[in-house]
């Protein structure tokens, strides 16, 4: 299953007339936050393959259409959530960054240990069920120490450590931290877990 992951930053290598021929062989599209909804849609739209998504802290509580008021989601929105879906590969997310103001999508540590722990339950079914607990956790922020900053609003979340260390997905798929030079450390590896910051955009095979 190859997955073309986006966030944070629009590109014109994405959003262009050439997206389906540089991305043709595309199984799904995951988006780790802050991006808008006509830069999604034109993404999917192109492709033709399923949108998997969390919030990042600049987006709005709910995304719109392009086509005016009229609310639509243009994919599963994997806050809170453990999905499965049509090639039998595992997913779940969290939305959102540390509170550092009165946005949306900001959560305190504590919080977002609740999160995380509410995707407890359907993680053990699933290793019932499937034989693992979880193929690619999706989040917006990083976490603790993994890609992090020490500014409050870009400090990563303990919680999502404990969950790569318990649950051992094969991806940790987060956005939040733009990169700015080609020597800023965008994968780290903790036990079996590939930890990837998808800034601009990624292609993931698993």
């Avoid at 802050?34 to 999917?44: M, R, T, V």
């Avoid at 987006?59 to 086509?67: E, G, I, V, Y």
């Avoid at 409050?152 to 991806?171: E, M, N, S, T």
Wanted: charged residues 20%; positive net charge; contains cysteine.
């Amino acid at each position: 299953m190859k997955i073309l992951a986006v966030s944070d930053v629009e590109l014109e290598t994405i959003y262009s007339k050439q997206l389906t021929t540089r991305f043709k062989d595309i199984d799904a599209v995951i988006s780790c936050g802050d991006l808008p909804f006509y830069y999604l849609e034109f993404i999917i739209s192109s492709l033709s393959v399923p949108l998997y998504y969390v919030r990042g802290n600049h987006h709005q509580k709910k995304l719109r259409s392009s086509h005016g008021d009229v609310e639509r989601i243009c994919g599963v929105d994997l806050h809170n959530k453990v999905y499965r879906d049509f090639n039998n590969k595992l997913f779940a997310g969290v939305e959102g960054s540390l509170r550092y103001n009165r946005g949306q999508q900001q959560y305190s540590q504590v919080e977002m240990w609740w999160n995380v722990f509410s995707l407890v339950p359907k993680l053990m079914i699933n290793r019932l069920l499937y034989g693992r607990f979880l193929d690619v956790f999706v989040t917006h922020a990083p976490a603790w120490q993994i890609h992090d900053k020490k500014d409050l609003p870009h400090q990563g979340i303990k919680a999502f450590v404990w969950l790569d260390k318990v649950f051992k997905p094969r991806y940790h798929l987060h956005g939040h931290i733009h990169v700015y030079s080609q020597y800023t450390q965008t994968l780290t590896e903790l036990g079996d877990t590939k930890i990837l910051n998808t800034y601009g955009y990624k292609l993931i095979d698993i």
